[in-house]
């Protein structure tokens, strides 16, 4: 059985979302009680852009600074690292309340640089995965994930979390090579997070984000939070609270094929609050529906025309070119002062939207190109 624990609140209140946490920790994590005074834990927030704490882009200040508290009390070390779309994790972290609590805790902020190739799993497709070093230079390391809508895989919560590794550009080159293929992509996530050595899997679900998430979705109080040693089986467990089948995640799909996580339900022990009679409201983000139950081939040629293309509002755009940086194909340029995307370029990875400051892309199906 994988145990995943379960906490209802609707605050970042400290002492509460501490007490919550521990409770967590003492439920489903069998490292916990064995901390001991000087191990050195590293902390991986959702760390994707600089937006304030109440935009529910980031991993709440309150998250870290009680889990901090908490490690702290067991005398370890502790320190934040994450690799950010395109900003520097110290902007990142200031405009996201993380920086103060790092500061007062003196807790390093570590940016996820310098590349390191580690094995994929015995079992997967994907032979190497560079990671920043920094990730295996800890004795524990607790995944602290943001539970958000993503354009292209339905649900940001812990496995997709664990992408933020792959220091800064790396991540292009994923989207590049893997192209429109959300289930390879899936696929890659989820080999990527079984072989990091993360002891613990937290999801900040308090205030979570709907609608057309990860970057410029709807703030809403969800009022949950939940934690548990695999990430596949956390994420299944949060998919549930909103009505999701898990087969309707493409993680979890993913994780369940190669043996990364629960198949089912049932092989998930839920403790600490009972999972609600039905499901919590929840906006999914509007083109999320990738797999329509066709044949491979067919699916493949359909999604060139089904999946919808980024198109941007004109009116909203600042022309600050973050879109056409993060472009991994480049389908993206400037012409006569505005932006301008190549579709026939275009792998449909919505990098664009997930980094856009102004909320300026939005996606349009179209049957001809
Ligand atoms: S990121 Fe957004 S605001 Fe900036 S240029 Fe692209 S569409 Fe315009
Ligand atoms: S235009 Fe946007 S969705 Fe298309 S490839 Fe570039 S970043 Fe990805």
Redesign the pocket.
């Known amino acids: 059985m994988y145990p995943v624990s379960l906490r209802f609140q609707r605050t970042y209140s400290l002492n509460d979302t501490k007490e919550k946490i521990e409770g967590i920790f003492q439920e489903s994590w069998a490292g916990y009680h064995a901390l001991r005074r000087g191990d050195s834990i590293l902390l991986k927030p959702n760390c994707l852009s600089a937006k304030p704490p109440e935009a529910a882009v980031t991993t709440h200040p309150t998250i870290l600074e009680a889990t901090i508290q908490l490690l702290l009390d067991h005398g370890c070390r502790v320190a934040i690292g994450d690799s950010p779309a395109l900003q520097k994790l110290q902007n990142v972290a200031k405009k996201a309340g993380i920086m103060p609590v790092a500061e007062h805790y003196s807790a390093r902020l570590q940016s996820f640089n310098d590349p390191v190739e580690i094995k994929g799993p015995e079992n997967g497709i994907f032979r190497t995965f560079e990671i920043s070093r920094h990730c295996l230079e800890y004795d524990h390391f607790i995944n602290l994930a943001k539970f958000k809508t993503h354009t292209m895989m339905v649900l940001t919560l812990c496995v997709k979390n664990l992408f933020g590794c792959v220091p800064g550009k790396k991540k292009a080159a994923w989207h590049l090579s893997i192209g429109e293929d959300r289930g390879l992509f899936a696929r890659m996530l989820v080999e990527l997070a079984s072989v990091l050595p993360v002891d613990f899997h937290l999801l900040d679900g308090i205030v979570a984000m709907e609608g057309n998430g990860p970057g410029n979705g709807t703030p809403t109080t969800l009022g949950v939070l939940m934690g548990g040693e695999n990430a596949a089986a956390v994420d299944m467990i949060a998919a549930r609270l909103i009505g999701m089948k898990p087969s309707d995640l493409p993680t979890c799909r993913a994780a369940s094929k190669i043996g990364a996580g629960p198949t089912h339900w049932e092989e998930i022990a839920v403790l600490g609050d009972p999972l609600p009679s039905s499901p919590l409201p929840f906006k999914l983000p509007s083109p999320t529906r990738t797999d329509w139950g066709l044949p491979g081939i067919l699916k493949a040629t359909l999604s060139r025309f089904l999946l919808p293309f980024p198109h941007?509002e004109k009116n909203?755009?600042?022309?600050?070119?973050?879109?056409?940086e993060v472009c991994p194909p480049g389908a993206?340029s400037l012409k006569n002062g505005e932006?301008s995307i190549a579709t026939a370029k275009c792998i449909r990875c919505y990098c664009?939207q997930e980094?856009?400051?102004?909320d300026?892309?939005s996606f349009k199906r179209r049957l001809i190109r």
């Open positions: 941007v909203q755009c600042k022309v600050c070119l973050q879109c056409q993206i932006i664009c980094v856009c400051p102004e300026a892309i």
